[in-house]
């Protein structure tokens, strides 16, 4: 577990295509991938993490770039665990297209 989420009650992970997935109540909110920590975007909060810089996760695949609805989660909100706890319930309302 990361320590970023310690403290924080009812955070679970589990390994996932070759990073981990995190969990709150059984339902996902953020990912690792390639040593970054990225939540789940949608309309209601992407633009929280683009006003702060945040860019989306990019993969490469055999049909080119793939960019999925995650977002890399900015330093200041890591260093603060009530704005923390906030996004990740924002991430967990984001509803499946």
Same mark, same amino acid.
């Given at each position: 577990?990361?320590d970023v989420?310690? &403290? *924080? @009650?009812? *955070?679970? +992970? !589990?390994?996932?295509?070759g &990073?981990?997935g995190?969990?709150? +109540?059984?339902? /996902?909110?953020?990912i690792?991938?390639e040593? !970054?920590?990225?939540? $789940?975007t &949608?309309d209601t909060?992407?633009? @929280?993490? =683009? !006003?702060? &810089? +945040?860019?989306?996760f990019v993969f #490469? #695949?055999?049909?080119?770039?793939?960019? *999925?609805?995650y977002y890399?989660?900015?330093?200041? *909100?890591?260093? @603060?665990?009530? /704005?923390? =706890?906030e996004?990740i =319930?924002?991430?967990? =309302?984001?509803?499946? $297209?």
């Amino acid at each position: 577990m990361l320590d970023v989420f310690q &403290g *924080i @009650d009812g *955070i679970t +992970s !589990k390994r996932m295509f070759g &990073g981990f997935g995190f969990y709150r +109540s059984g339902k /996902i909110f953020g990912i690792i991938a390639e040593g !970054k920590l990225y939540f $789940k975007t &949608g309309d209601t909060n992407r633009h @929280d993490f =683009e !006003k702060l &810089g +945040s860019k989306p996760f990019v993969f #490469s #695949s055999k049909r080119g770039s793939v960019t *999925i609805s995650y977002y890399e989660l900015p330093l200041e *909100i890591m260093e @603060d665990k009530e /704005i923390l =706890e906030e996004w990740i =319930e924002k991430a967990l =309302e984001v509803k499946k $297209k």
